[in-house]
């Protein structure tokens, strides 16, 4: 892969808390969120994969910045293997934070559609459980399905696309850290029909827990971003 | 160590022998295959089929549509159909399992159609509606409620609704909710695909499926049997209304443009079927019940053997991590058995799948029983552990 460690821009930021869970969801619901030059990975036929994350950033964990969360959300895609093999690529729809000026940063720096502010959050360490919520009301509630997870030091390579202005850019991510990943069924949440999730109707497309990604609690964790580069 | 694609020296036994890759034999007890009633060792089966074999050759050496067609393929459709016992209806054979599902789906439904499957469907049925080119919708496994949502969701009134189930799903050794399944499709007027590859002759009184021990035979518009388990052969058919299987006959392409089934075989399932249809067929139910029975019972509160009922008993290990040297372990101290891992399965739900046969005897379920047990002590999936 390219190694986002050594490429330009690269920028390092430290977490002490990340869950993810990919969701299957009905492709109908989301395909319209694509552009035509992307195609979604269909875990099974008609049937996509919605990647939630919630991180925790310490305070310091970048530049001066106070302790903030961030809430991110994107569909799984095809990658471009000649960049590397990664975990997945994804094409990133939403993000939020309860921070002004990471925001700002987030769309200068790094072209993402941003989305806006949190009102509340409610983020549960230990068990995994987080709730995020903002002037329109409730965007999710998540949490760890798994009884026993066994954390290990780990790196995931994913591949980070974003539009802007009809041109597409994508950045190589790394991240690195104490890191637990599983496929249990289960309770996971839920994501409300909400702007977030940019017309998605939650009710009907009724979303499920695929897999899950976590964080070690009481852990740091570093994930390499580089600037974003122009694609094709 | 590798143990996947192992040589098998002689007929699907209760005990086997293999030969690995370094040349080193071993003698297994087989909880691996699918040779559920045992037929395709039974000698008056093996005697049909050698019989067929002198009279037809080798092959059927053409198409079923074209010159592929033999009297002894007839005779095949007319025993199935006296099986079954239901007036107005036809049978379509096809020389796979595989085929006859790809087949019988694609032929049915098209572009502007829509196929709904569980969300555990066999690979077979996923493939025959990413054929036919019809709208996909999933349903969360076996769950009824959540087919009938998304059927209510379904624009339904100018559509072609096709919903697939299965008899036994062979992950997990579940039987399929069929007359749930049945009743909500009818409700929005759906055609209902039933996939007995795992359970005919096996399920049901007179052995017609779980679609009969359900009580729904009549109102299921399509079965789908395989000839590669509990028939011993190899395979596969439709069984649905006769004007149906005259219409997959011609617009199946996996039929026309596949052989017709050898008539070695073809004459060795007619007499597995007429030996299933009476008191043999009978009485390897009931052992094959009360087989599955034992060894579930030996292996219960001590592993994590799901929610299975039937004849296919999964035993859940988890990391995938541990699928080769688990295998290679269960060979080494004499169990054939068949691993499913990750991406087949979830991640950390890799199980050994144990098929239980009519022709197994408590000894060689008692020893297979202590094998796995050792080996969940040996690895850690023990449950009390």
Redesign the interface.
């Known amino acids: 892969m390219n190694n986002p460690e050594n490429q330009d821009g690269c920028l390092i930021w430290e977490f002490d808390f990340a869950l993810s869970t990919y969701y299957e969801i009905?492709l109908?619901a989301v395909e319209h969120l694509i552009p035509k030059r992307m195609s979604i990975v269909e875990v099974?036929?008609?049937?996509a994969l919605l990647a939630l994350t919630a991180l925790n950033f310490p305070a310091g964990a970048l530049g001066n910045l106070p302790e903030f969360q961030e809430l991110i959300y994107g569909l799984v895609v095809t990658p471009d293997l000649s960049r590397g093999v990664p975990k997945f690529a994804m094409l990133i729809l939403s993000l939020s934070s309860t921070n002004l000026e990471h925001l700002e940063h987030c769309v200068s720096y790094y072209k993402l559609p941003v989305f806006g502010q949190f009102s509340c959050v409610n983020i549960q360490k230990e068990p995994h459980e987080v709730e995020y919520e903002d002037e329109h009301g409730l965007i999710t509630t998540m949490k760890n399905v798994h009884p026993n997870p066994v954390y290990e030091p780990g790196e995931r390579y994913f591949q980070a696309f974003v539009e802007e202005a009809g041109d597409l850019y994508v950045a190589d991510v790394l991240m690195k850290g104490s890191l637990f990943?599983?496929?249990?069924?289960g309770d996971a949440g839920t994501l409300y029909n909400h702007p977030f999730f940019r017309g998605i109707d939650m009710e009907?497309a009724?979303p499920?827990a695929y897999?899950q990604m976590f964080s070690e609690p009481g852990s740091l964790g570093k994930q390499y971003y580089p600037r974003p580069v122009k694609f094709g | 160590m590798y143990t996947f694609q192992i040589p098998h020296l002689g007929a699907q036994r209760p005990e086997v022998a293999v030969q690995r890759i370094s040349g080193e034999k071993l003698d297994l007890i087989s909880l691996a295959n699918y040779n559920y009633l045992g037929y395709s060792y039974h000698p008056e089966v093996l005697q049909a089929a050698k019989d067929a074999l002198d009279i037809y050759g080798l092959g059927a050496t053409g198409s079923p549509v074209l010159n592929g067609t033999f009297r002894l393929h007839q005779l095949l459709e007319q025993k199935i159909i006296e099986f079954f016992d239901m007036p107005g209806y036809g049978v379509s054979l096809f020389s796979s399992g595989y085929g006859a599902n790809i087949g019988v789906v694609s032929a049915y439904a098209h572009k502007g159609d829509i196929v709904v499957l569980d969300r555990l469907s066999h690979a077979s049925l996923v493939d025959g509606a990413i054929l036919s080119q019809a709208t996909i919708k999933l349903f969360k496994h076996n769950d009824y409620e959540h087919l009938d949502r998304v059927l209510n969701r379904l624009d339904y009134k100018n559509t072609r609704i096709l919903v697939c189930t299965e008899g036994v799903y062979s992950a997990d050794g579940d039987t399929g909710h069929v007359a749930d399944i049945v009743r909500v499709s009818k409700k929005y007027g759906a055609t209902v695909l039933v996939d007995e590859a795992h359970s005919l002759l096996i399920a049901g009184e007179h052995g017609r499926g779980v679609s009969e021990e359900q009580g729904v035979l009549d109102e299921v518009d399509m079965i789908i049997a395989t000839f590669s388990k509990s028939f011993g052969g190899v395979g596969g058919c439709l069984y649905a209304r006769e004007d149906l299987t005259n219409y997959v006959n011609w617009y199946a392409r996996s039929r026309m443009f596949s052989c017709a089934l050898d008539p070695a075989v073809t004459g060795g399932l007619i007499k597995a079927l007429e030996l299933a249809g009476g008191p043999d067929g009978q009485a390897k139910r009931e052992r094959i019940r009360s087989n599955a029975d034992y060894l579930r019972a030996r292996l219960k509160d001590k592993v994590d053997i799901g929610d299975s009922h039937s004849w296919i008993i999964p035993v859940i290990y988890g990391d995938e991590h541990l699928t080769i040297p688990l295998s290679d372990y269960l060979q080494r101290q004499g169990v054939d058995a068949s691993l499913m891992s990750f991406p087949a399965v979830p991640k950390n739900q890799s199980r050994i799948r144990l098929f239980v046969t009519s022709e197994h005897n408590q000894d060689q379920l008692d020893r297979g029983a202590d094998i796995i047990l050792q080996a969940a002590e040996k690895f850690g999936f023990l449950l009390d552990k």
């Open positions: 009905e109908e099974a036929p008609g049937i990943e599983h496929q249990n069924t009907e009724e499920v897999m």
